[in-house]
């Protein structure tokens, strides 16, 4: 599912991206929708069929050798490149030494988060996230690792999805957060910059971000469905959040279902 921001005080686009077909969702908002999978699964890297998916969208042997499924990949600060163990140091050269802002958002309360430069602000509609700030540029992934685990100190790196989907979140002032945490955090920060350079951990002064979806009726109970265990699902589409469709049958993580053949009937 691709999800691009609207117009200008607009929601965001969601297109369902299934096999050839395209299917403006936002349009369908309100109507029914049917997701039937077909029992298929291609890994979205090999194009190889696999029984089960790794890693939401991976083979095994995909999963097991490509260094985008490695575990430094959630936990940046366990990089292991300077240790001639990176799995594929060239990807990892392209991927992970670049610059990675450091970021507050808030989808189901306040949370600290890491992603590439490009990948803003696609990654806060990924979570759900209605504010966002960027807060601080680094110059590697595995640099920004080290400030999260800083900043987990203070502050969740989670969203809780039941929440998210919900639409119960409360609106945050996250220019005082990140003014309260850089405070609290001077030393740690201090620290950093005295192990990767005094110009490796910058200060961003990007505005606030407000992101919003095309939402008709949050659920009061979250149920989700499960491809695995019911492979076809329908109901009327009473939103988009986040990776998830909202149902009035329930809620379904897409991201989840990556690589599955799933046929869409309108
Ligand atoms: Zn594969």
Redesign the pocket.
Known sequence: MAIEPGASGESARYTLRAGDQRLDLNARLGEPLRLAWTGAIA?T????A?KKSFAQG??Y??FKRLAQCDTCIMKPELCHYFEGTCREPEWGERHCFQSHVVYLANASGLKVGITRGTQVPTRWFDQGAVQALPILEVDSRQQSGFVEVLFKEEVSDRTNWRAMLKGETQALDLVAERDRLLARLEAGLANLRERFGAEAIRLLDAPPVTLDYPVLEYPTKVVSHNLDKTPAIAGTLLGLKGQYLILDSGVINLRKYTGYEVEVSV
Do not use: D, E, L
């Open positions: 890994c890297h090999c194009g190889r696999t991976y083979c042997p995909c």
